[in-house]
Nanobody, 117 residues
Framework: QVQLVESGGGLVQAGGSLRLSCVTS????????MGWYRQAPGKQREYVAD???????NYADSVKDRFTISRGFAKNMIYLQMNRLKLEDTAVYYC???????????WGQGTQVTVSS
């Protein structure tokens, strides 16, 4: 069973920064993408950013130029550097991994990010 563990969430004032981390137990050689999604109260889960096995990155328009996704040296860990946080960034952030062999994907348990005014 593939596991993902997120960390780094917390409470921060608007304009501040946080860095999220996610590590997966999956086979790093067949990872297609790893990414971040978020779900605010009363809303559907939405895409935030992802990074491919070739280190190409993609972002939702709402976070572009404020968030940066990157991969750790071990290739089974990713980070999400979140700068200039806004109240609307408040959500539970989930890490996701997609494997290239069968397209299966897995989710972490989520980490809460709360931005206060």
């Amino acid at each position: 069973q593939v596991q993902l563990v997120e960390s780094g969430g917390g409470l921060v004032q608007a304009g501040g920064s946080l860095r999220l981390s996610c590590v997966t137990s999956g086979n790093i050689f067949i990872i297609k993408t790893m990414g971040w999604y978020r779900q605010a109260p009363g809303k559907q889960r939405e895409y935030v950013a992802d990074i491919t096995s070739g280190d190409n990155t993609n972002y939702a328009d709402s976070v572009k130029d404020r968030f940066t996704i990157s991969r750790g040296f071990a290739k089974n860990m990713i980070y999400l550097q979140m700068n200039r946080l806004k109240l609307e960034d408040t959500a539970v952030y989930y890490c996701n991994v997609v494997f290239s062999d069968d397209g299966s994907n897995y989710w972490g348990q989520g980490t809460q990010v709360t931005v206060s005014s």
